[in-house]
């Protein structure tokens, strides 16, 4: 069913992007997955938490693969662009680094202590500096750029950095517009620019390989997102599927991304071919 914004009340609009209220066990999951990526992270403790620009936030963590050639996966972490750091979710790069791939976390600065342009603005600035120097750290083969929920948005926004290859966008936003009517602007404080200029799905189509997915038991809103941006994409006849997972919530699909065989880390060479 089609949800009819304009007629909705302000706690509707709320809970259709409150995922944490969807999902009833979300705090194990998301404890779970934090302390499986702390492990992750103490047993590759060598190129952790390195600058990229000046604000506390702007570090990198890379996890080298032994071929510098070898592509790499840049995973964004999500929050509603005000939540959570890298730190949580570097287990998701597990199946990349299993393939023999080359792995690296970006932080960022989070709302209201950055805008939402400032903020992709962090995005880019650590893009160019992998571009850099990602080389003399062991990173030098294609990038494979991917994000979830806020980090899909960020990956949309940053598909046209010139180090990026192609991308992989899990349960994004797209379309800033409805997200100014919800509690979420209360620290994102969204401006009628930053919702045209921010908004991937009303943005010039980026002509790279994009693989967009969600799962079938997000809330509307976020599939709708997808779906969306999926179909701007195809009228422009730009490359990248639409893969919806059975299934999944707004958390269990990240799931997807743990060992090799993992349904979306299988994806990942595809994007390359």
Known sequence: MK???GDMSRTARDAAYNNTAHVTNSAE??????AQSADFRAARPDKLNIAYGP???????LFPAADPAAPCFVFVHGGYWQRNSKEGFASLVSGA?????????PGYTLAPDATLTEIVGEVRQALDWLAADGPRHGIAGPVVLSGWSAGGHLTAMCLDHSLVTAGLAISGVYELGPVRDTYLDEKLR?????VETLSPQRLPVVNKPLLLTYGTAEL?????NSRGFHEVRSRAHAPGALLPVPDANHFTILERLCGADG???RQLPLLLA
């Open 29 to 34: 999951l998301i404890a779970r997955r934090e």
């Open 220 to 224: 509307e809103a976020l599939v709708a």
């Open 55 to 61: 604000r506390e936030r702007n570090r990198w963590d």
């Open 263 to 265: 349904l979306l880390t």
């Open 97 to 105: 680094c299993d393939m023999g791939w080359s792995a690296a976390l």
């Open 190 to 194: 969204l401006g009628d620019d930053e």
């Open 3 to 5: 949800m009819n914004w």
